[in-house]
């Protein structure tokens, strides 16, 4: 079955800790995205990717980092120096161009202690 | 830079039909999706427009005005499990085509 993963769906962390959220997509596609959602949000968006090896910064980008060195993966890590990381971590992939709806994974949900 | 506005709730009755607004401002438009959220869950694919007009896809509709930075999704027959989130999200071709999301608009139907 071609979907996206997400892993785990529920982390709990210390303050201070770094963490890294794993995001694997067997679609096919070139382009992946981390949203960060908190309750009663929306979506916002904190890094993208449209090709392996290169990725860009979204609206909320300070505190995280990612990589994108194979194309069905998209890890992103939450630094110690995002000062609020408790929050619901939405991936998802989509083709480049044209109709490409993205395709989302399950979520985690993170709980920084 | 990006702006999305959406109503942030509403309430509508089992059976009637609701019309969800979205406004948008961006320098590059290159299309708008809508995406239904259950609570707790993943958003799902409903509509993309990119051309102005009406896009009908059973008992949902999305309409488009580029000129006018306005798009609406129409829910028909509506139906309890209807009741969730419904998001509004533009692709902007001057940013590598990243997908900003608005704020969403909850939706609870009763009976």
């Known amino acids: 079955d071609g979907g996206i993963t997400q892993s785990p769906k529920y982390l709990f962390r210390k303050e201070g800790q770094n963490v890294t959220l794993s995001c694997e997509q067997n679609l096919n596609h070139d382009a992946m995205y981390w949203y960060r959602q908190d309750p009663g949000q929306g979506l916002r968006l904190i890094y993208y990717?449209?090709?392996?090896?290169?990725?860009q910064k979204g609206d909320i980008a300070e505190g995280y980092s990612v990589s994108r060195e194979k194309k069905e993966s998209f890890p992103l890590t939450v630094t110690s120096a995002q000062k609020n990381p408790t929050a619901f971590y939405l991936c998802?992939?989509?083709?480049?161009?044209?109709?490409?709806?993205?395709?989302f994974g399950p979520g985690t949900r993170l709980t920084v202690l | 830079g990006q702006n999305i506005d959406q109503p942030t709730e509403m309430t509508a009755t089992e059976g009637a039909i609701v019309q969800i607004n979205c406004t948008y401002q961006t320098s590059g438009f290159n299309g708008l999706f809508w995406y239904q959220q259950h609570a707790g869950e993943a958003p799902t694919f409903l509509s993309y427009?990119?051309?102005?007009g009406l896009e009908e896809k059973g008992r949902f509709s999305s309409f488009l005005s580029r000129s006018k930075g306005y798009s609406y999704l129409l829910l028909k027959e509506l139906q309890m499990k209807d009741s969730a989130s419904y998001l509004c999200?533009?692709?902007?071709?001057?940013?590598?085509?990243?997908?900003?999301f608005g704020p969403g608009t909850s939706l609870s139907v009763i009976p």
């Open positions: 990717s449209q090709i392996v090896n290169d990725f």
């Open positions: 427009n990119v051309l102005d």
């Open positions: 999200a533009v692709r902007d071709k001057t940013s590598y085509d990243k997908v900003i």
């Open positions: 998802a992939s989509s083709i480049v161009s044209g109709s490409g709806e993205q395709f």
